[in-house]
């Protein structure tokens, strides 16, 4: 069964940048692929979304300091999406999730990451 896995959380000061990676384990068709955000005791929220295109969506509480980015699948390459986070501030703290939207004939399903802990210290 195809994984997400995910990689760069971490603890960092405000003011500092962190990069997310997601890389799929095995062969994927996706249609899109991002990351979600929880902080504690909030509810899942999108982050940024990308399409294969190059396509993005950002939450209005990252613009301009967040930028997402994908690999999209190449010959011996996986679909990866990546998260450039700078500027980051107390309230970006959250377990960040990545997803890939799947697309097989008819049907859509979504494949999530085992999330990546980013904490903010102020």
């Known amino acids: 069964q195809v994984q997400l896995v995910e990689s760069g959380g971490g603890l960092v000061q405000a003011g500092g940048s962190l990069r997310l990676s997601c890389t799929a384990s095995g062969a994927i068709s996706s249609i899109r692929m991002g990351w979600y955000r929880q902080a504690p005791g909030e509810g899942r929220e999108l982050a940024a979304a990308i399409t294969p295109a190059g396509t993005t969506t950002y939450a209005n509480s990252v613009k301009g300091r967040f930028t997402i980015s994908r690999d999209n699948a190449r010959a011996n390459a996986k679909d990866s999406v990546f998260l450039q986070m700078n500027n980051l501030k107390f309230e970006d703290t959250a377990v960040y999730y990545c997803?890939?939207?799947?697309?097989?004939?008819?049907?859509?399903?979504?494949?999530w990451g085992q999330g990546t802990q980013v904490t903010v210290s102020s």
């Open positions: 997803y890939a939207d799947l697309i097989s004939g008819s049907l859509v399903s979504r494949l």
